[in-house]
């Protein structure tokens, strides 16, 4: 279970909101920004459970009432908005955004008293959902908070917020993790070591990410061979062989894709920083000889004809033809630099 000393690696912002909710003086409203997979929804939990708890200081104790209604996912005074979720009757299941009715009925629960008398939290999950109308609404309670009520908001596209509402709120931006402690979470979790390690390089800096591509079988088998297909020992003679092995595994382009986007990455990253803590082993020598020698022009066409192929594939081009045409983009870029 990751816990705020977790979340301090981020910076002194975490550790000062964990001071200020124990001695009750946390702005009422903060909005978690941050890419997928950076623990938004994780922090804003903690946060509102650290509210909850009924210890002195050093909050959340973990052992108190209030800690264990919150870690049930039971505490009636934190209540949780998302799309999809109705929290008012009036809205249909299964919607798309976070209507205004939730948001009214947010506004009703909060002129009650909390039930446990202490705090009370609204999370709002994703709040770039919240149609325009229940921004609105949202920002009349944001100006005149109700006593000891704190709202935590998520978002990874806070541009597509109000800036009314973001002004509102006190920022908190998560970074992505870095690698080795992607892999100590991996490795506390039961993953072994080598997993482990190559989950947390392909991560993104994402806890979720490396999480979910630890069990996912079909990714690393796919993995291994667009590595195998794209990268190993290949000359423009193996080209028409190997497009005309994957015609029929459209099905797993955008996975494909994804992968060699990472990979042209993964080489840049060795390029811009040749001493630094990247790992291209899984790569043959031709291509870390690329690495070392290409100019970051042949690196962003590679990602520029890796975003082509993408585009023609949404449009229905002979995904056959398009592979093709990968495979001589990077067949070609490789050779260009092997002196
Ligand atoms: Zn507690």
């Not at 597509?160 to 931006?173: A, D, H, M």
């Not at 690329?290 to 004809?305: E, V």
Request: neutral net charge; aromatic residues 6%; glycine residues 8%.
């Amino acid at each position: 279970m990751i816990g705020f000393e977790d979340f301090r690696r981020q910076g002194e912002e975490i550790g000062k909101i964990q001071n200020q909710i124990s001695e009750g003086r946390l702005v009422h409203a903060i909005l978690i920004t941050g890419e997928s997979g950076t623990g938004k929804k994780t922090l804003a939990t903690l946060i509102a459970s650290a509210l909850m708890c009924r210890a002195e200081g050093g909050v959340p104790c973990g052992t108190c009432s209030g800690c264990r209604m919150s870690a049930s996912g039971e505490h009636p005074d934190i209540t949780v908005v998302r799309k999809g979720v109705p929290l008012s009757s009036e809205t249909a299941k299964g919607r798309t955004s976070i209507p205004v009715d939730d948001i009214r009925e947010v506004i009703r629960l909060c002129s009650r008293h909390p039930y446990e008398g202490g705090n009370r939290a609204v999370v709002i999950l994703d709040a770039e959902n919240l149609t325009v109308q229940a921004q609105n609404s949202l920002l009349k309670i944001l100006e005149e908070p109700p006593p000891d009520t704190y709202f935590l908001l998520t978002s990874a596209h806070p541009e597509q917020l109000l800036i009314t509402v973001r002004s509102r709120c006190r920022q908190v931006k998560l970074i992505p993790w870095d690698i080795s402690y992607i892999r100590n979470i991996l490795e506390a979790a039961g993953t072994d070591p080598e997993k482990s390690l190559k989950a947390a390089y392909v991560s993104d800096g994402s806890i979720g990410k490396a999480l979910r591509l630890v069990s996912d079988d079909l990714y690393w088998q796919t993995r291994e061979e667009v590595i195998n297909d794209f990268f190993r020992n290949r000359q423009r003679s193996d080209i028409l062989k190997i497009s005309s092995g994957l015609k029929d595994k459209k099905s797993e382009s955008d996975v494909l894709f994804d992968i060699l986007e990472d990979c042209v990455h993964k080489l840049l990253l060795y390029r811009i920083e040749p001493g630094g803590n990247h790992d291209i082993s899984e790569f043959p020598a031709e291509w870390k000889q690329f690495a070392r020698n290409a100019p970051l022009s042949s690196f962003t066409g590679l990602t520029d004809s890796v975003r082509d192929a993408r585009r023609q594939n949404a449009f229905n081009v002979n995904y056959q033809a398009i592979i093709e045409q990968l495979l001589l983009t990077f067949t070609g870029e490789k050779d260009k630099w092997l002196q």
